[in-house]
């Protein structure tokens, strides 16, 4: 084998590894997952009546959570990516980290802070939309 089919070769091992790390969503994914988010930051800001109250909100957005994450999950596996591979894996170990470092502060809430929560629920689900936006590909 000479060092033209070589690199060739090589070149085509490492695009079969990026394409199987980073995959491709409808375009009805970033809105979704955008809208999770949000609302999951939404209710943790709705509800600060009492701990209770505090305790199923958080509860709830961790759930709308979930679910943006486990539709990006079968979305890879309906296009043949089983688990979470590096980018996307670390990815999801900082959106995890992110949403754990929420409920401290949302268990504390008080009503004072609805207008916090609002604009932070605006910011992370465009953030959430831009971020799964970029991988979209229109065929």
Not at 56 to 65: C, E, N, P, T
Request: aromatic fraction near 8%.
């Amino acid at each position: 084998m000479d060092s033209k089919t070589a690199r060739h070769q090589l070149e085509q091992a490492e695009r079969a590894r990026n394409a199987a790390q980073a995959f491709e969503i409808p375009s009805w994914g970033p809105a979704f997952a955008g809208a999770c988010v949000a609302a999951g930051l939404l209710v943790m800001g709705l509800f600060p009546y009492s701990a209770g109250w505090r305790v199923a909100a958080v509860v709830v957005a961790l759930l709308l959570w979930g679910a943006a994450g486990w539709c990006l999950v079968e979305i890879r596996a309906r296009k043949g990516v089983r688990g979470l591979r590096g980018p996307a894996r670390s990815s999801a170990i900082t959106l995890a980290v992110c949403a754990l470092a929420l409920v401290p502060g949302a268990l504390s809430a008080s009503s004072a802070m609805r207008l916090s929560y609002v604009i932070l629920a605006a910011a992370g689900g465009l953030a959430m939309w831009w971020v799964a936006r970029r991988q979209v590909r229109h065929a």
